[in-house]
T-cell receptor
Framework: AQKVTQAQTEISVVEKEDVTLDCVYE???????LFWYKQPPSGELVFLIR??????QNEISGRYSWNFQKSTSSFNFTITASQVVDSAVYFC???????????????FGKGTLLTVNP | EPEVTQTPSHQVTQMGQEVILRCVPI?????FYWYRQILGQKVEFLVS????????KSEIFDDQFSVERPDGSNFTLKIRSTKLEDSAMYFC????????????FGPGTRLTVL
């Protein structure tokens, strides 16, 4: 079974601070996929990034960066120079084949509410 | 940019009534999903659908729920006899040509059961 843990329930920062959102996952599959989704106050789920288990290269995209560490089963997300518009709930999610099956449903963490104050 | 659409955005119904939530997935996608998010909680998988049949369903997806792709564009979730605990945001998602493709979500339908 898959499990995603986001230990931080809420984080509050002041604009321009850097903030890191933690994600730890569990799966028995050797091939799996990790995602971050953003849920702003309007409620929709916005895809941010995807990482394949066989690609540990970390990525920077503008103010966003991701740190995938297979050895610690972590997939952390950092926002540099945070802005008020970054305020949202951020979900980490895992997709795996359930040990050989063909279905890749998403298992979500409980989310981290990020509030960026002006 | 193609996107998943859902209607209605908000549905209010009385307990015991049937509701149908509608989704139009991204046009060339082959895999379709429904998820549910009870207010303030995490997003939970309900069902996945491929090649006109359910490929997996969660224990939440009991006999009161059904899904259908009645034509080439719509994907629907029906709840036959709604309960108070069905009140939630329901998200439709679709993904591309292979099951491992990224899932893109619609804006959600907020269902309120009174």
């Amino acid at each position: 079974a898959q499990k995603v843990t986001q230990a931080q329930t809420e984080i509050s920062v002041v604009e321009k601070e850097d903030v890191t959102l933690d994600c730890v996952y569990e799966t028995r599959d050797t091939t799996y996929y990790l995602f971050w989704y953003k849920q702003p106050p309007s409620g929709e789920l916005v895809f941010l990034i995807r990482r394949n288990s066989f690609d540990e290269q970390n990525e920077i995209s503008g103010r966003y960066s991701w740190n995938f560490q297979k050895s610690t089963s972590s997939f952390n997300f950092t926002i540099t120079a945070s802005q008020v518009v970054d305020s949202a709930v951020y979900f980490c999610a895992l997709s795996a084949s359930n040990s050989g099956g063909s279905n890749y449903k998403l298992t979500f963490g409980k989310g981290t509410l990020l509030t960026v104050n002006p | 940019e193609p996107e998943v659409t859902q209607t209605p955005s908000h549905q209010v119904t009385q307990m015991g009534q049937e509701v149908i939530l509608r989704c139009v997935p991204i046009s060339n996608h082959l895999y379709f999903y429904w998820y549910r998010q009870i207010l303030g909680q995490k997003v939970e998988f309900l069902v996945s659908f491929y090649n006109n049949e359910i490929s997996e369903k969660s224990e939440i997806f009991d006999d009161q729920f059904s899904v259908e792709r009645p034509d080439g564009s719509n994907f629907t979730l029906k709840i036959r006899s709604t309960k108070l605990e069905d009140s939630a945001m329901y998200f439709c998602a679709s993904s591309g040509l292979v099951s491992t493709d990224t899932q893109y979500f619609g804006p959600g339908t907020r269902l309120t059961v009174l």
